[in-house]
């Protein structure tokens, strides 16, 4: 409830609280409604749906029987599950972990003025423009420990069995999201940090910072909302990860990389045990909100005071 | 502008987007829409006549070429029943078929593997029983292949391309030259890799990564060691089926391959739709491989110089003191049509009319000897002895046709939930992660 009421607050403040609702300007309400039509049919109908069927057992074929809270026990007291939900985590933690630092450092190089920054970039820009199957088929096929890059260039260390072991399958699977999702990551905090006035760091020259300074205590503190955005879509992202891993090891081996959201579709589409399927699907919305609010809530982003008073 | 217009501007709005919503997820596969494929037929297009029934098949290899040219012939014979030919990928089709059949959206000519998936659409009456309306067309065929397709003696799927054996395939070259000769028996086997890495050359090619590759072990061991008696009791649900010690032995074999290197390094990142684990074989980096006779028409093409001088091609070893026919195989029976239950009428009289009196006859049989395949069909020693692969073409036909039991593959024989389980903990096995008595357990957890 308090959400709400905060919520109307906040619209309220140019106007004097009481009549801001009447007397608003701009676009008619109206025109929200093809929109929310829109999400309303393909994204809340559906989900309600998936709730509906996580009651229910259900192989596909003929029609499902409803069977109560049947999955749900089912389904969480299963070792399969909760390896698949420790998994996650660890992707999730590790994907934060990894991206968000080398994005933020990516951005601030591609920000500045230095020689060649324009053509690095390009670079680095590339694997958000390859469809994530493309690069999935690709890693696979370079991965190959008998024709693939190691044994192409005759280095040894390169022709493991990358993923049929266990642990660097994994390792694999983290590197190759990493490598497709960096650079969108970079990009945000490349334009975060244009956008920091240049008077900050005049200012904190003159006062003797070295780079060093003036990264920790202007650029970090103003990339604040950039900082919590990316990570937000990074651990919400990652907690839905499934193309890459699913054309890279199908979950293998064994279930070394069997993460929720290739559980629900495994389960869903290989099993045809929809219900099941269902129920993770539900977990997986369940956590991905409370993460994401979560996170806005205890970064204080809600608020998005101004960064800059005072310049 | 009133608000009245645009209360019913968005009233308008809603009732495209509904429409919109409708179409997008209404494109029936009868209703020939782009990508439909009318059989390739003679005439092309659909100009003239019409199209009453609709089939979906797998793309590639010996099947694409053989409906294509099948359905072409029933198409310009019956203009006014033509039925329409769409392709899908392997994966692809297996998870459409199964929404397609659930939403009541599926084709006239359902295709399918028999086993157990098919005795599900037959419990769920998905497919319709055709005994009296293809009982022709089950004459043509062998009887053990012919059974794929039947339950409780009624044909819900008849076999519609060729048997597919697993073979074992070797490299003369490569085991000319360790000086090992092609082992008849398990102890030859193993000896045979104890002497190949001794060599430096890797003994068996397998594409873990796939991991189906890996049941072509465990079926033919646990065939050779305990008989098909074993898997019988695991298909007729019997408790604790799995713990047949036949499963043990044939999982422990497995084991006690991998410990002796007998598999190429990095197997389990290998995978067999790049035909990598084919590679192996031809670039002789590998002796031995096992896998399906599916895989000929492939070599054919990759390695040509290969097949002509050097690809060798034999049955699986002897167990000794096993209890199982040496002459048992498994691998894929067939693949079978079976005809929807929501077709209409119209649609599933052209469709058996077509299998009764097309599928299987001389000319279908000669397409598919011509394209490397082999029929189900009996008394055809002679017209095969003149075919261009005649060897290996004959080799397989001798193993479908003298096979006491030919064992489907376990992943479409088993119900697809148990299937799955089964390939996750062989691979476990495979890459020793788990031992037969906690593969025995698993599995047994899934019957009942």
Redesign the interface.
């Known amino acids: 409830m308090t959400v709400a009421v905060r919520t109307t607050e906040r619209v309220g403040r140019p106007g004097s609280a009481s009549g801001a609702a009447r007397r608003r300007t701009g676009p008619?309400p109206?025109?929200a409604?093809?929109a929310l039509?829109?999400f309303a049919?393909f994204a809340l109908v559906p989900l309600l749906g998936v709730v509906v069927l996580s009651f229910t057992s259900w192989?596909?074929?003929?029609s499902p029987t409803f069977i109560g809270a049947g999955n749900w026990g089912r389904i969480l007291a299963e070792p399969l599950t909760q390896r698949a939900t420790v998994l996650s985590l660890v992707v999730v933690l590790l994907s934060v972990l990894f991206q968000a630092p080398v994005s933020l450092l990516l951005g601030v190089f591609m920000a500045g003025r230095q020689r060649y920054r324009e053509v690095l970039s390009i670079l680095y820009f590339l694997p958000l423009l390859f469809s994530s199957a493309a690069v999935a088929i690709a890693f696979?096929?370079l991965?190959?420990?008998?024709?693939g890059l190691g044994a192409a260039i005759g280095l040894d260390v390169l022709?493991?069995?990358?993923?049929?072991?266990?642990h660097l399958a994994l390792g694999v699977c983290l590197f190759v999201i990493a490598w497709s999702f960096i650079p969108f990551h970079a990009l945000l905090y490349q334009a975060g940090v244009r956008q920091i006035p240049v008077q900050l760091y005049e200012a904190a020259t003159l006062d003797g910072a070295g780079a060093w300074r003036q990264f920790w205590s202007i650029t970090i503190p103003q990339l604040r909302y950039t900082i919590i955005t990316s990570t937000t879509l990074i651990l919400v992202g990652s907690l839905t990860y499934f193309d890459l891993i699913f054309i890279l090891?199908?979950g293998?081996?064994?279930?070394a990389t069997r993460i929720l959201p290739l559980d629900m579709y495994?389960r869903g589409?290989?099993?045809?045990?929809m219900g099941g399927a269902s129920v993770i699907a539900t977990i997986l919305v369940v956590v991905g909100l409370t993460m994401s609010l979560g996170l806005n809530r205890v970064s204080g982003s809600h608020r998005m005071e101004s960064q800059q008073e005072g310049l | 502008m009133s608000?009245r217009r645009?209360?019913a501007g968005?009233i308008g709005?809603?009732a495209a987007?509904?429409l919109v919503?409708a179409c997008g997820g209404g494109t029936r596969p009868g209703q020939g829409g782009t990508g439909t494929d009318d059989g390739g037929g003679a005439d092309g297009g659909g100009a003239s006549g019409s199209t009453v029934a609709t089939a979906w098949g797998l793309t590639g290899g010996v099947n694409e070429v053989l409906y294509k040219e099948s359905l072409g012939w029933w198409n310009e014979a019956n203009p006014d029943a033509r039925i329409g030919l769409e392709f899908f990928a392997n994966d692809a089709y297996k998870?459409k078929i199964?929404?397609a059949?659930?939403a009541g959206n599926a084709p006239t000519l359902i295709y399918g593997w028999g086993g157990g998936g098919l005795k599900?659409?037959v419990d769920?009456g998905?497919v319709v029983d055709m005994t009296a309306e293809t009982a022709n067309l089950v004459d043509r065929v062998l009887p053990s292949v012919a059974a794929g397709g039947i339950f409780d003696g009624k044909v819900y799927g008849v076999p519609n391309s060729q048997s597919q054996p697993v073979i074992l395939y070797y490299n003369q070259n490569v085991l000319d030259e360790a000086g090992v000769a092609v082992p008849t028996t398990w102890e030859e086997l193993m000896s045979a890799v104890a002497t190949l890495n001794e060599h430096g050359v890797a003994p068996f090619s397998v594409a873990?990564?796939s991991?189906w590759p890996y049941l072509m072990w465990i079926q033919y061991l646990t065939d050779r060691v305990g008989g098909p008696e074993a898997f019988q009791a695991v298909l007729d649900g019997e408790p604790g089926a799995w713990s047949d010690p036949a499963f043990a032995e044939a999982l422990t074999m497995i084991q006690d391959l991998v410990k002796a290197d007998g598999f190429?390094?990095?197997?389990?990142?290998?995978?067999a739709d790049?035909n990598?684990d084919q590679?192996?074989l031809y670039t002789g980096?590998a002796a031995f491989l096992l896998q399906g006779s599916w895989i000929y028409s492939s070599l054919k093409v990759d390695a040509p110089d290969f097949v002509a001088d050097g690809l060798g091609f034999t049955t699986f070893p002897e167990v000794t003191g096993g209890a199982g026919d040496p002459l048992d195989i498994v691998g894929n029976t067939s693949n079978y049509w079976s005809v929807s239950a929501t077709a209409t009428d119209e649609a599933k009289a052209a469709a058996t009319s077509y299998l009764d009196t097309i599928v299987f006859d001389d000319d279908y049989t000669q397409v598919l000897l011509d394209a490397g395949g082999v029929p189900p069909v009996a008394g055809l020693e002679d017209t095969i002895a003149k075919a261009d692969d005649a060897e290996f073409i004959g080799l397989a036909y001798d193993m479908v046709k003298q096979a006491p039991h030919f064992q489907l593959s376990w992943d479409q024989a088993l119900a697809?939930?148990a299937?799955?389980?089964l390939l996750?903990n062989l691979?476990?096995i495979f890459?020793l992660?788990?031992t037969p008595e906690q593969f025995v357990d698993a599995m047994n957890k899934t019957i009942g």
Do not use: C, H
Not at chain 2, 264 to 271: C, F, R
């Open positions: 008619a109206w025109l409604l093809p039509a829109f049919f192989d596909g074929l003929g696979r096929s991965l190959d420990p008998n024709f022709s493991q069995d990358w993923l049929g072991k266990p090891t199908q293998g081996p064994g279930d495994l589409f290989r099993s045809f045990d | 608000r645009v209360i968005s709005m809603l987007l509904t919503a998870e199964r929404t059949l659930g599900e659409y769920n998905n873990g990564q991991k190429v390094s990095g197997y389990g990142s290998i995978a790049a990598a590679a192996l980096k697809p939930d299937a799955q389980e996750t691979e476990k890459l992660q788990s």
